[in-house]
């Protein structure tokens, strides 16, 4: 098949059965291009989400750009954002026109509490294969712990923090333990 096709099928399919944002597409993205696919590695897959995240626009966009473009350039990159972004466009469009009060019908209601349910497994699925393959160093299980506990923190006790600013707060203190280090292995040497 002619990897432009594939590219914008694969992110089409993705795209229309997934609700619940970037986070809930992660493990999708991940099965289908890492495991199926073979278009990027696990490694690539933990940089796309980071870079992903930490760039404007939705996480599951981004990351189809990125598969896209690794694929085929900026034609890859064409291809794989717009078939991640017509399935949603196409239903929001389609709900718009022909149901003024869509989530005021009982069956569909009811359907989105189980949505709402799936969507919170495939986030945990996703976080779950990522802890999985994540390189086990000290320093890195520590700032892990500590975002969790923050996140947590902040859900139960009502407190905004962005997940950028605890990004950036992980990048500070990993490039400061780094310069620290490398200070003190250069200062060895010096002796």
Not at 3 to 27: Q, R
Not at 97 to 124: M, P, Q, R, S, Y
Request: contains cysteine; glycine residues 6%; aromatic residues 10%.
């Amino acid at each position: 098949m002619n990897i432009l096709a594939d590219l914008f099928l694969t992110f089409a399919k993705i795209g229309c059965f997934t609700f619940g944002g970037g986070y809930a597409m992660i493990s999708l993205i991940e099965d289908a291009c890492v495991e199926k696919k073979k278009w990027i590695t696990h490694d690539d897959m933990m940089d796309m989400t980071v870079i992903a995240e930490s760039t404007p626009g939705p996480i599951a966009i981004n990351c189809a750009t990125f598969v896209g473009y690794k694929q085929k350039g900026l034609t890859g990159a064409a291809a794989a954002t717009f078939g991640m972004v017509l399935p949603s466009f196409c239903i929001i469009f389609l709900i718009s026109v022909f149901l003024d009060d869509f989530l005021e019908i009982t069956w569909i209601a009811h359907a989105f509490k189980g949505v709402k349910i799936a969507v919170g497994l495939l986030i945990l699925d996703a976080a779950v294969r990522m802890i999985k393959k994540m390189r086990k160093k000290p320093l890195t299980v520590m700032i892990m712990i500590c975002a969790f506990l923050a996140m947590l923190s902040a859900d139960v006790f009502a407190l905004r923090i962005s997940s950028i600013t605890l990004m950036l707060f992980a990048a500070a203190v990993s490039l400061a333990i780094f310069l620290i280090k490398r200070r003190a292995g250069d200062a060895g040497e010096e002796k």
